[in-house]
């Protein structure tokens, strides 16, 4: 399956308008355009129970290619802040998995 693109929204030093929340997939996850200066802005809407988000990351260490991933359990109600991931390090498309659809995904270009 797909995974379902999530739209990068800019912020700057004057503000910005958070965007719509990307409603978590657990089925076919999350790619987001990765330029080295995205966050990505993670909630956990349930009211009960904590729930997992996952950001799959691949790049290059001394010519050598390298993946990683970063896994937080948000508590219920409770967000998360991830990244940004350079450029020379990651590459240009980060990918996001979350184990239930309560958790939301918000991606801002910061600066």
């Known amino acids: 399956m797909a995974r379902g693109t999530i739209a990068v929204s800019i912020s700057d030093r004057a503000g910005t308008v958070l965007p719509a929340a990307t409603v978590g997939d657990p089925v076919n996850g999350h790619v987001v355009a990765n330029d080295g200066r995205v966050g990505l802005l993670v909630r956990n809407t349930g009211s009960t129970v904590g729930r997992t988000v996952t ?39 980060l990918l996001v998995d979350v184990d239930n659809a309560e958790l939301t995904i918000r991606a801002i270009k910061i600066g």
């Open 55 to 93: 950001v799959r990351l691949s790049g290059t260490l001394d010519g050598q290619a390298v993946s990683a991933t970063r896994t937080k359990t948000l508590a219920a109600g409770a967000d998360a802040l991830f990244g940004p991931y350079p450029k020379d390090m990651y590459t240009a498309s």
